[in-house]
């Protein structure tokens, strides 16, 4: 005799799932916008020197993360809703969610350790180049690179703990017998 086919996700479930999904699309947006407006002026000995987040290869780097996860968590937050009105998922689904979780999650984890790493190494290289106080603008830039990275850090530890839900759901997905 054949087990019985296991019971869809509770609706606690299903809420928790969907306010994840959106808590990442929350951080990737807000990400997205404070990477892309991150620019500095500066006045060196005369001279005026404009600096855009673009001129640094991890931020670049970071904002590409950011927006690739944020275009996946629009997906997955379409897909979640669609089973949260339904009560049903896809078999298709269920391979995307996992290996799409994975795969996106490493893609923000690398993204923040790039802006972390570079916020660091730039700012201490600007303090040894230039004296500035901690009102300068250059401060400013580095600190929104702080923000940022911080803000996808979150946005990977959101789809880390939905990495493991997908995980479970792709164990107990109900098997098609031919």
């Not at 600096?51 to 968590?73: E, K």
């Not at 379409?78 to 995307?96: D, E, K, R």
């Not at 923040?112 to 401060?139: N, Q, W």
């Amino acid at each position: 005799m054949a087990p019985p086919p296991p019971s869809p996700p509770s609706v606690m479930l299903r809420t928790v799932l969907l306010l994840l999904r959106v808590l990442t699309a929350a951080f990737l947006v807000t990400t997205v916008a404070l990477v892309s407006s991150n620019t500095v002026t500066l006045e060196i000995r005369g001279t005026s020197i404009k600096m855009h987040f673009n001129d640094v290869y991890a931020y670049r780097y970071m904002l590409s993360a950011a927006v690739i996860g944020l275009g996946y968590a629009i997906v997955e937050l379409v897909f979640t809703i669609a089973q949260f009105a339904t009560g049903t998922i896809h078999p298709f689904n269920y391979l995307f969610s996992f290996y799409g979780d994975k795969l996106i999650s490493y893609l923000l984890a690398t993204g923040s350790a790039a802006g972390f790493g570079v916020s660091k190494d730039l700012k201490d290289t600007y303090l040894a180049l230039i004296e500035f106080d901690s009102t300068d603008p250059v401060d400013d830039f580095f600190s929104k690179g702080y923000a940022s990275a911080s803000l996808l850090l979150f946005a990977f530890v959101s789809l880390a703990v939905l990495s493991v839900f997908s995980s479970l759901a792709l164990c107990k997905r109900p098997t098609q017998v031919s």
